[in-house]
C-alpha cells in the first residue's frame, strides 16, 4: 500500500506557472505507475498526465500538451507535475494516483490509491 501527499497548489495569474509535489510512502514508490488527475467545481473528475514506472513513458490529455509536463524522482519516491501557461479553465483540485501495473492509463478506475488533493486557482 502505498500513501500520497500533494502539495504545490495555489493562487496564481493567467500565464503563470505551478509545480506540484507528490510525495509517497513506502520504499516500493517505483513499483507503482503514476498519474495526475484534476476535478473543478460540478465536473467529473479527469485524467492530466501519466508516468510509468521508471519515467520513461508519459501520456498527457490533450488539454495538457505543451503545458503541462509530469516527471517522477524515485530516489524521492516522488511525482512532480509543471504547469505552464495555466489558463482559468485549468482551475480545479488536482490530485495525483498510483497503480500497480505498470502500464500507464488515462482511466481513474484503474488507480487504486489516491492523495487528498492541491487546490490550483487561475486567475484571469
Known amino acids: 500500500q502505498v500513501q500520497l501527499v500533494e502539495s504545490g497548489g495555489g493562487l496564481v495569474q493567467a500565464g503563470g506557472s505551478l509545480r506540484l509535489s507528490c510525495a509517497a510512502s513506502g520504499r516500493t514508490f517505483s513499483s507503482y505507475t503514476m498519474g495526475w488527475f484534476r476535478q473543478a467545481p460540478g465536473k467529473e473528475r479527469e485524467f492530466v498526465a501519466t508516468?510509468?514506472?521508471?519515467?520513461?513513458?508519459?501520456y498527457s490529455a490533450d488539454s495538457a500538451k505543451g503545458r503541462f509536463t509530469i516527471s517522477r524522482d524515485n530516489a524521492k519516491n516522488t511525482v512532480y507535475l509543471q504547469m505552464n501557461s495555466l489558463k482559468p479553465e485549468d482551475t480545479a483540485v488536482y490530485y495525483c494516483a498510483a497503480r500497480v501495473s505498470p502500464l500507464t492509463s488515462s482511466r481513474k478506475q484503474e488507480y487504486a490509491y489516491w492523495g487528498q488533493g492541491t487546490q490550483v486557482t487561475v486567475s484571469s
Open positions: 508516468i510509468s514506472r521508471s519515467g520513461g513513458n508519459t
